[in-house]
């Protein structure tokens, strides 16, 4: 099963959904709702949330 990420800020999406959380990662950085420190760790900002699905859920829920 394939996991998809999808970047949000106030429980509203910012981005499409992404097959790399990385991509993901990067629309929260765009929005300033995250960063990376200094060793490397990607933290996300308040109101910033990343929410994940697998493929075939959302497959079945477009199908719906």
């Known amino acids: 099963m394939r996991m998809m990420y999808r970047a949000l800020c106030f429980n509203t999406p910012v981005g499409p ?5 990385k991509l ?13 420190t200094e060793w490397g760790t990607f933290y996300i900002t308040v109101p910033g949330e990343m929410q994940m699905a697998y493929a075939s859920d959302l497959e079945a829920i477009k199908a719906a």
């Not at 993901?24 to 960063?35: T, V």
């Open 24 to 36: 993901a990662q990067e629309d929260l950085i765009e929005r300033e709702l995250g960063e990376y």
């Open 17 to 21: 959904w992404r097959a790399c959380r």
